[in-house]
């Protein structure tokens, strides 16, 4: 089985970036607890964003700002602009842009949400490695990576002194059993891309002003993960001789692709709780239950293989938007659809026409998605047709028919 140490990637994940987006728009909120919220109608707003401060009290996104203020009283809001009745996101999305142009100066980089992206830096490794002969990495190049699994003694006492301590001590101990003089050792390999992710947040941070975290590790399954392990601000090396210790204790359904319906059906069906358990099973045992592709793929992902490559990629792969009608604000009639299709429209035909002119490229197909209330999933009913032209009305008429047989209320819509 080919280990899969030949290349070297990242995940950098802004920390609560709509947060830091208001903050740097408006100081006063930096250092206090805050939160980014949609919509005041319903409840005070609906929460998108937290800040560290605010977690410390409980607040969570998801929640009802009037529901987070009774858990922290000195709560700060900052209101998500509106535009045509529902939330404009054009202020988060610029910056996001101003991020990834920075990270896209270092390496390839394959963006996986506003917020975050993928950073294939094998060959900004490669490069690196033949300047450094001679030239040892020290601790001081590294101010806030943490090596996941060293160092190895248990922590005899929390705080952030003593995080900060067992951080140093564990980044020592990895630096001095570095083959420094090896260029093909994956290990330092792992580290010279340390350095550079440190190196470009650190762009970042002088460049914008926002803070990100960051996992280093071999594939992208590994580095989202590590990314998630030490926030916020700070970066975390997952090398392959940690996995088996750090998949003991890490939820199956905490990896990704195993969120959803295949790691449920993993946990059930296996009867397993952690991704270090399914080393127990042969890989014809995997291909039996979950089928030939998956049974393979799991079967090299609890080792901590995985071969999916970072593919370039600086603009989103759609452009959609959305509004929610919660509780009694459920769109009720014919024409109320009919209205809200069409300021959706409008939203997209301004951005679909401003990323042809920006970005070259044209949009062929529309989809709808509808949730009915009641459903907890993301959406109950998705549809699809070609998209023309870029024509607010022709798009909201088009999203009508594909949808107008869906009602599922006894209320006729005709």
């Not at 452009?319 to 997209?348: D, H, M, R, V, Y």
Request: net charge positive.
């Amino acid at each position: 089985m080919n280990t899969g140490q030949d290349r070297v990637v990242a995940l950098v994940d802004m920390d609560c970036f709509f947060v830091q987006v208001e903050q740097r728009q408006n100081p006063y909120l930096k250092n206090k607890p805050c939160a980014v919220v949609q919509y005041k109608s319903w409840k005070g707003g609906g929460i998108i964003a937290v800040s560290y401060e605010a977690r410390a009290f409980g607040v969570t996104r998801n929640m009802w700002a009037d529901d987070a203020k009774k858990l922290c009283p000195d709560l700060l809001l900052a209101q998500v602009r509106e535009l045509r009745g529902k939330a404009n996101l054009t202020k988060y999305r610029e910056a996001s842009v101003e991020v990834m142009g920075i990270m896209s100066r270092f390496a390839v980089i394959e963006r996986a949400s506003i917020d975050e992206a993928y950073v294939d830096l094998t060959g900004a490794v490669q490069e690196r490695l033949k300047k450094l002969p001679g030239h040892p990495i020290s601790a001081d190049m590294l101010p806030t990576t943490y090596i996941e699994g060293s160092p190895q003694s248990p922590p005899t006492a929390k705080g952030a002194v003593q995080k900060e301590e067992r951080r140093k001590q564990g980044l020592l101990q990895w630096l001095d059993s570095l083959q420094i003089e090896n260029p093909t050792s994956p290990d330092l390999q792992l580290t010279v891309g340390a350095v550079i992710v440190e190196e470009m947040r650190a762009a970042i941070e002088k460049e914008t002003g926002f803070q990100c975290s960051a996992g280093i590790s071999h594939n992208k399954v590994l580095a989202k993960l590590a990314c998630g392990l030490n926030k916020p601000n700070r970066q975390t090396l997952v090398s392959q001789g940690a996995v088996p210790q750090l998949f003991n204790q890490v939820p199956i359904s905490k990896i990704r692709s195993l969120g959803g319906k295949l790691g449920a059906s993993v946990v059930e069906v296996l009867g397993v709780k952690y991704m270090g358990e399914l080393t127990q099973f042969t890989e014809s045992q995997l291909q039996s239950h979950f089928g030939e592709k998956n049974g393979s793929w799991l079967y090299a992902m609890c080792r901590g293989i995985e071969h999916d490559p970072v593919k370039s990629r600086k603009l989103p792969k759609t452009i959609g938007c959305s509004k929610n009608f919660p509780g009694k604000t459920a769109l009720a009639t014919q024409e109320q659809i009919q209205w809200w299709l069409l300021q959706l429209a409008q939203e997209l035909e301004e951005r679909l026409t401003k990323d042809r002119n920006d970005n070259d490229r044209v949009a062929t197909q529309l989809v709808i998605s509808i949730r009915v209330q009641g459903d907890k999933r993301l959406s109950s009913l998705r549809r699809c047709c070609a998209l023309t032209r870029y024509d607010a009305s022709k798009m909201s008429s088009d999203a009508f028919a594909l949808i107008r047989n869906c009602n599922t209320s006894r209320i006729q819509t005709e």
